[in-house]
Structures are given as C-alpha cells and as structure tokens.
C-alpha cells in the first residue's frame, strides 16, 4: 500500500529537521533519529527527560522563561538556541515550537522542530571576528597616520629651518656657520630615514614570515647579547643568560628582533658607565606556553604605561633616541606567534618584559562557535 500523506511529510521533515515531542510538562516523549545523531544521546536516554539534558548553559535564564511563558499561552515561540551534545561539544540550533491544544484548548503537548545552523553560526561568528579586526586596523591606521605625521613632521621642521638659514647667511656673504648647518640638516634626514625604514620593518611583519622552526633561545639570546659587547664592556653591565633557557618555536629572525629590541633598551636605559646595568634572562614553561623575561634593575616603568609603551612612536623619555617602533614590532612578533609581550616591575626596582608564546605550533582542530549570551532574546 502506498504511505499516506502524513506518513510522507512526517518522512521528509526527519530528513531534514531535528524533532522533539513533550508533554505539558516539558517531558520528552518522541525524538527522531536526527536529534539522537547531534545530540549523541540515544532514545532511552532522551525519553523521559526534559530538555535540560542539553542544556548548554550560554543562554540566559530569563531567555527559557520567556520560552515557557510564550508556549504555554498557547502561541508558537521561534528563535536560535546553542545547544550541548553528550560529547561536550556545542550545536546551534534554529528552533520552532507549536504548542497543540485539545477540543477544551488544554495543551497537550509541544512539537519542536530545529534545524542545525552550527556552520552557519560559524560564518558569522568569523564575519563578526574580521568586522572586528578591522574596526581596530582602522583605529590603528588612524593613529599611525596621526603619530607619522607627528614625528616625521619634526625632522622636517628642523631641514626647513636650517635651509631658511642658510639661505639668509647666503643672501648676506656668510659661511662660517654653513657646516654647523649642514651637519643639522644630515642629521635631521637621518632621523626621518630611521623612521622610515623602522615603518618598513613593521610593515612587512604580518606579511613576510620565514619558516617556522625550533630554537635553541639561549644560544639565540647569546648571539645578541655577543652584538652589543663592545656596549656592555663599555658600560660594565652585568648580563646573566642562562645556557638552559627553554626552547622557542617560531620565525628564528623574528625572534631575534624581539630580544635585541629587550636588550638594547635594557642598556640603553637601565646602564650607563657611572651605574652599569644588571640584566636577567629567565625562562618558564607552564600550561602549554614557553615565557622568556629580561629583567633590568634601571629606573623601572610603571606598569600603568603597558598599554602606551608598546604602541607605535611611543617613548616615555622623549629626549631618548630611537624612533619608538621597536616595541611596536616586539608586540606585533608575540601576538603573530599566537602569544603577547607584557611589562611588569623587576624586583627590587627596574622594568622586566616577557615574552609568551605557545610551546609548539597550534594544530588544527574543530571550532565551535562562541555562545553569545542574550543573543536570541
């Protein structure tokens, strides 16, 4: 005999929808295959209990007591709502439940049908991710454009200025001065072409990445610390590096810039001949990440200037040399690595900058999307 036409569209709604039946009550009485294979609970285990067995728990309460309140008035209630499988892993779900009255219209019970949007919430989920990246790449570009045109604007002032001088020892038949101004004038182009360059090396971070590889940290760090020796002996400064330093992975060249960025302000700032520096290299290993600090025992930085030492052109002692990127491009290193550089005070007095970055390379693994509390209310 030839199904009839209920049995047909029952049918094909199991092919697509995930199907729930409830008593009054909220108790469980039919699932079809469809909720079992996402849920990966079986019948016996779904049968008799309510829905709080798949209770994620993202949603707020006050969401569910909207549900109920709907349903039990006997109209339909709609919306999206994250589940929890057995396994743990989280599911989205569109969801549509009708409630369905008797001839004295008392609920008998409710049928909800759900349709899995997990991948569509994936979508949006990283819409929403890259929608954010560039609300911050704009706020970032607007503040690279402001901090460009402020300190490219200084050595320009001082190039017109020295020009306007010498044009008017010219005008006049004097040149005693000319070398003086000559030499103010290399200096000032200098200065811009250190920016410069320094914007170059940012620029390119992001976008030219060498082969990721292990490295040996404390003959890297060694290899840096060998670069400055005519400063350090200079200066007289004290530089423990430990020859058992945990093991980084990652873009060896990148790496480099990072610690010589660390050191060299380190006896920039923290050395001088009258009072040589002390710098610390440690290492730790914890919870899946590798973290390397340089401590110094200078003049410190107070912790609350986190956020501003690392951004770009930033430097607390505008008097200092440098063009205030190297830090930029330490932080930009961390967080391409997966990991961040923070600032906090040496014990004892002085600045100590670490750097945390993840053990070994992240491996690929499924993603669920994050709940959004409030999201379907």
């Known amino acids: 005999p030839r199904p009839e036409r209920s049995q047909l569209q029952k049918d094909a709604i199991d092919q697509h929808a995930i199907v729930a039946v409830t008593d009054p009550k909220g108790v469980i009485t039919y699932v079809n295959d469809k909720f079992c294979q996402i849920s990966g609970y079986t019948r016996a285990e779904l049968i008799g209990k ?6 994620s728990g993202v949603h707020p309460k006050r969401l569910f007591i909207s549900l ?6 006997g109209r339909v209630w709609r919306g999206e709502i994250c589940n929890r499988a057995k396994d743990g892993s989280l599911y989205w779900v569109d969801t ?21 949007i997990t991948e569509h919430k994936l979508v949006e989920e990283e819409l929403l991710s890259r929608n954010e990246e560039l609300r911050e790449k704009n706020a970032e570009m607007e503040q690279f454009a402001y901090t460009v045109s402020h300190d490219l604007k200084a050595p320009t ?3 017109r200025g020295y020009v306007g001088f010498m044009r008017q020892d010219l005008a006049q038949g004097r040149t005693d001065r000319l070398a003086d101004f000559c030499e103010s004038i290399h200096a000032g182009a200098c200065q811009m072409r250190e920016i410069i360059d320094d914007l170059l090396e940012l620029s390119r971070i992001g976008r030219v990445i060498n082969d990721e590889e292990d490295i040996d940290t404390s003959g890297l760090i060694q290899s840096i610390a060998s670069e400055f020796g005519p400063q350090i002996e200079e200066q007289g400064a004290d530089v423990e590096i430990p020859s058992d330093l945990p093991r980084l992975w990652g873009d060896r060249a990148r790496f480099r810039q990072v610690f010589q960025n660390l050191i060299g302000n380190a006896l920039k700032y923290a050395g001088s001949p009258e009072a040589p520096a002390r710098l610390r290299i440690t290492g730790t290993v914890k919870d899946g990440f590798t973290t390397i600090c340089v401590a110094d025992h200078g003049p410190g930085i107070d912790p609350k200037y986190q956020d501003i030492i690392f951004g770009l052109f930033q430097r607390l002692d505008t008097k200092s040399e440098g063009t205030g990127v190297g830090l930029a491009i330490a932080k930009r290193v961390c967080e391409l690595h997966g990991g961040e550089i923070t600032l906090k005070q040496t014990e004892g007095g002085g600045a100590t900058f670490c750097v945390r970055v993840p053990v070994a390379p992240a491996k690929a693994r499924p993603r669920t999307p994050a709940a959004r509390p409030g999201k379907t209310e």
């Open 50 to 55: 309510t829905h709080r067995v798949i209770n």
């Open 68 to 73: 109920w309140k709907t349903i039990a008035q």
């Open 96 to 116: 549509t439940i009708v409630p369905f009255t008797n001839v004295e219209g008392e609920i008998t019970q409710y049928v909800s049908i759900r349709t899995d």
């Open 157 to 159: 002032v001082t190039i």
